[in-house]
């Protein structure tokens, strides 16, 4: 969840336009280079760099904490099965997020991006009902999530058109996927709750990490591939894609 805001600030800085970026930009690159993936590679990181602490002229505040409205896991069926919701997610970390391979094709508008994360930080206000390990485990309190060693592919494609005189870029698709490698996660602070309860809780959680966020991606998935393209298409209405892609 947490790579979201890194992605988002790339995508801004990607098609910033004007003079006054191109220094922070370091140079538009030449569709005719036959290293232009090195190029995209090294001018998206000092943008990131440059994006940690806001862009005004952008619309984009300062990268963290990033905030995610909800989420939600559904285990087992029934009446009993167990339901668990995670409101107002903050994360931080992602501003400590690169891009580590960039791949594109710039005769039909498609980029691949791959990102890396060493670490990040989540708190949310969780809430559940339902049967878990053979106990109503219905209540309220504080969730807590550490993530180690986040991987991230962002694919897009767009697609050219001409306006006064300028190309410009439709978003046409997007696409995304995560991975975390090592992930310890709980839950503190349960409301109707007790220490037994609240020590079993984390056990199952943090046994179960893996498979629990393999529950969330979906939803998360779409909610970001959502929020990331009402982005795109927002900017790429505004900024020339021939200010950033030049030849």
Known sequence: MAYYQVLVLFFAAVIASGTSNTHIFGGRCSRRDPNVDACLLRSFNSF???????????????????????????????????????????????????????????????????????????????????????????????????????????????????????????????????????????VENLQNSNAVLEAALNLFINTNAQELLKEMKPELKRDLAEKMSRFLDNVFQKIPYDDWIVD
Do not use: C
């Not at 940690?52 to 896991?73: F, Q, W, Y």
């Not at 930080?121 to 969730?143: C, D, I, T």
């Not at 767009?158 to 410009?168: A, H, I, S, W």
């Open 48 to 186: 990131i760099e440059y994006m940690k602490g806001g862009a005004p002229e952008l619309g984009i505040e300062e990268s963290e904490p990033i905030v995610i409205d909800e989420l939600s896991i559904a285990l087992g069926g029934g009446p009993d099965g167990y339901r668990a919701s995670f409101k107002d997610i903050q994360a931080i970390g992602a501003s400590n997020m690169t891009i580590t391979n960039v791949r594109s094709d710039l005769e039909t508008h498609q980029f691949q991006l791959t990102l890396f994360g060493p670490h990040i930080s989540a708190r949310a206000r969780y809430r559940s009902s339902g049967v878990l390990l053979l106990v109503r485990a219905s209540g309220g309190g504080e969730y807590w999530g550490e993530y180690d060693g986040v991987k991230a592919k962002v694919y897009f494609r767009g697609e050219p058109y001409t306006r006064n005189g300028r190309t410009y870029l439709k978003l046409q698709q997007l696409k995304l996927d995560f991975s975390v490698k090592d992930i310890q996660m709980g």
